[in-house]
T-cell receptor, first 110, second 115 residues
Framework: QKEVEQDPGPLSVPEGAIVSLNCTYS??????FMWYRQYSRKGPELLMY????GNKEDGRFTAQVDKSSKYISLFIRDSQPSDSATYLC??????????FGRGTSLIVHP | DSGVTQTPKHLITATGQRVTLRCSPR?????VYWYQQSLDQGLQFLIQ???????AKGNILERFSAQQFPDLHSELNLSSLELGDSALYFC??????????????FGSGTRLTVV
């Protein structure tokens, strides 16, 4: 079993939909949680990071962490075609090197 | 443009050959990280350098090596290449060695194809 599990998709939604992207993990030492967005032919870019459990909101994006269930989510409201990309979760504990999920491919069609 | 520059963008080479990938970190960043991304394995950490010194090692094969130079640019050397080494290789940089929680700045990657 991988330390971080993420469904590769693709996830296809219509424009304006609420998107839910998720990761599960097995290492209870993870405390910092991140979401990266990766467009085709580009490197990942950091979208959001959270520490421990709870929610964090940034514009149309909300990151949610449930440490008791070892489950993190990224919600995208009012999704746009420009949100079409691969979304990678990443997390770390005592080590400063994060462990990445495989990424979920999101397609938002007009 | 993220500020992290990787060259070349594409590389096609034969099995058994050796290649060098280059990375220039964002201005002011002292730490450089190398990652390999493939469809089946996802983004795998290879190695980290901080201000010229090796700081952390991940799943890097013995056929691979890296170094960071005094001007802070880094090179990843891949030798005795196999078909399975075909992947995207990313370089990322950060200001400090322990900035994992704030994330890195990634370059656009080098796509390596071994034929």
């Amino acid at each position: 079993q991988k330390e971080v599990e993420q469904d590769p998709g693709p996830l296809s939604v219509p424009e304006g939909a609420i998107v839910s992207l998720n990761c599960t993990y097995s290492n209870s030492a993870f405390q910092y949680f991140m979401w990266y967005r990766q467009y085709s032919r580009k490197g990942p870019e950091l979208l959001m990071y959270t520490y421990s459990s709870g929610n964090k909101e940034d514009g149309r994006f909300t990151a949610q962490v449930d440490k008791s269930s070892k489950y993190i989510s990224l919600f995208i409201r009012d999704s746009q075609p420009s949100d079409s990309a691969t979304y990678l979760c990443a997390m770390r504990g005592g080590s400063y090197i994060p462990t990445f999920g495989r990424g979920t491919s999101l397609i938002v069609h007009p | 443009d993220s500020g992290v520059t990787q060259t070349p963008k594409h590389l096609i080479t034969a099995t058994g050959q050796r290649v060098t990938l280059r990375c220039s970190p964002r201005s002011g960043d002292l730490s450089v990280y190398w990652y390999q991304q493939s469809l089946d394995q996802g983004l795998q950490f290879l190695i980290q350098y901080y201000n010229g010194e090796e700081r952390a090692k991940g799943n890097i094969l013995e056929r691979f090596s890296a170094q960071q130079f005094p001007d802070l640019h880094s090179e990843l050397n891949l030798s005795s290449l196999e078909l399975g080494d075909s992947a995207l290789y990313f370089c990322a940089s950060s200001v400090a060695a322990d900035r994992g929680n704030y994330g890195y700045t990634f370059g656009s990657g080098t796509r390596l194809t071994v034929v």
